[in-house]
């Protein structure tokens, strides 16, 4: 399994973008790259997950570079409600054998 | 729908008490997973089961039995409850379609005396 590295924390103005790094060095071809995040103490929420194009939802937009070898997900207009942990998990499509890092906390401040 | 309920919210127990955690989903999944996530931690998967009658070891298993004998219901079992098994524990859902979309239901908050 490929691994991951998230920075431990991150500030973001509210209504500025947060744009939060993923490092995954060691990804393999079939692998993608999917974000969750958790807020305060409730069950992790899925909000994107992508292969080798850019990808965007009602939630948040996820960029891969060329090389698959880092993403950022990007959250256009961040609020006070998207203060969460933000975990990136690189995986094979079809095995739901999820393994959360420590993830990123995202500290949105008015 | 529901979603994913678990009960109970909360638990107390002594060491070396047995005790099952409960999850349901109304959902129809065929995934089903549970976690543990200790203090300032991420979550890290206890026992995972891709059907009825299916299951397999995630990253801790030590300490827990599961069984699937229906599609909606996965209890979690605590053998011998260890104060190491204070924790958090998140049980999760996803449709074979999607299986990455997994469905959290609101936690289990477990303290072991």
């Known amino acids: 399994d490929a691994k991951t590295t998230q920075p431990p924390s991150m500030d973001c103005a509210e209504g500025r973008a947060a744009n939060l790094p993923c490092n995954h060095s060691?990804?393999?071809?079939?692998?993608?790259v999917y974000w969750y995040r958790q807020i305060h103490s409730q069950g992790p929420q899925y909000i994107i997950h992508?292969?080798?194009n850019n990808e965007t939802n009602e939630m948040a937009s996820l960029i891969i570079t060329e090389d698959r070898k880092s993403s950022t997900l990007i959250l256009p207009h961040a609020t006070l409600r998207d203060t969460a942990v933000y975990y990136c998990?690189?995986?094979?499509?079809?095995?739901?054998?999820?393994?959360f890092g420590s993830g990123t906390k995202l500290n949105v401040k008015p | 729908n529901a979603g994913v309920t678990q009960t109970p919210k909360f638990q107390v127990l002594k060491t070396g008490q047995s005790m099952t955690l409960q999850c349901a989903q109304d959902?129809?999944?065929?995934?089903m997973s549970w976690y543990r996530q200790d203090p300032g931690m991420g979550l890290r998967l206890i026992h995972y089961?891709?059907?009825?009658?299916?299951?397999d070891q995630g990253e801790v298993p030590n300490g827990y039995n599961v069984s699937r004998s229906t599609t909606e219901d996965f209890p979690l079992r605590l053998l011998s409850a260890a104060p190491s098994q204070t924790s958090v524990y998140f049980c999760?859902?996803?449709?074979?379609?999607?299986?990455?979309?997994?469905?959290f239901g609101p936690g289990t908050r477990l303290t072991v005396t």
């Open positions: 999760a859902s996803s449709d074979s379609d999607r299986p990455y979309e997994q469905y």
């Open positions: 060691t990804i393999s071809g079939n692998e993608y």
């Open positions: 992508g292969l080798k």
């Open positions: 998990i690189v995986r094979e499509y079809n095995f739901n054998k999820f393994y």
């Open positions: 959902m129809n999944h065929e995934y």
């Open positions: 089961s891709v059907g009825a009658g299916i299951t």
